[in-house]
């Protein structure tokens, strides 16, 4: 790599191998709950805000790139590693079958890369979950929430590269010789994008 860039994978949960591998190859890694314990009430919000303080002043790499423990790289999740941006983020699908966060200037934080540059110049708190206003709800991720901030301190989120998400799926016979993959959303009758009927198999 060109530049010098700092992996921490978000294990609160488990690490799949395909990503361990991955991310021993590329070099530099360090695991979330080796710099701060996730521990309850935290949200993932104030975790996420810990290791970025940590490695604004514990390391001296140029780049961070958080990567949760259920992506899975490709190929083009390379791509991520090599970008110049300040503010990049992979493209993968969401546990609904959608892009995580779609539409201009939003990025999931599944797999999401920031310079040290950013980090110093976008204001505190990084990441931030916001309730609605009477509080008895979620308004928006933490996602939204820094993608927002970043673009207000003038650095343009960007997508870059692709990862595999592993998510929940239902496999449905369809013979005795093949079989389709849906996803457990396909189940709950909700609408799911470009799919006209999501129990239709």
Known sequence: MDKKIQIVIM????????????????????????????TYPDLVAMWRNRICDWFL????????????????????SDELLATDADVAGAMYIDPNGGIAHEGEGNLGCGALRISRHALETIPRPWFHFELTDNGTAQAAC????????????????????????????????????????KLLSDFSGLPRPDKSSPLDI
């Open 11 to 38: 294990d609160g949960a488990p690490v799949n191998g395909v990503l361990r591998g991955w991310a021993e190859r590329t070099g530099n890694l360090a695991y979330a709950t080796h710099i701060s314990a996730k």
């Open 57 to 76: 002043t514990m390391t001296d790499s140029t780049h961070l790139l958080l990567i949760d423990a259920d992506m899975v790289p490709l190929p083009e």
């Open 142 to 181: 933490e996602c939204l929430w820094f993608c927002r901030r970043a673009q207000a301190a003038g650095f343009r989120p960007i997508r870059v590269g692709r990862f595999g998400h592993i998510v929940d799926t239902v496999v449905v016979p369809i013979n005795q010789d093949s079989f389709k993959f």
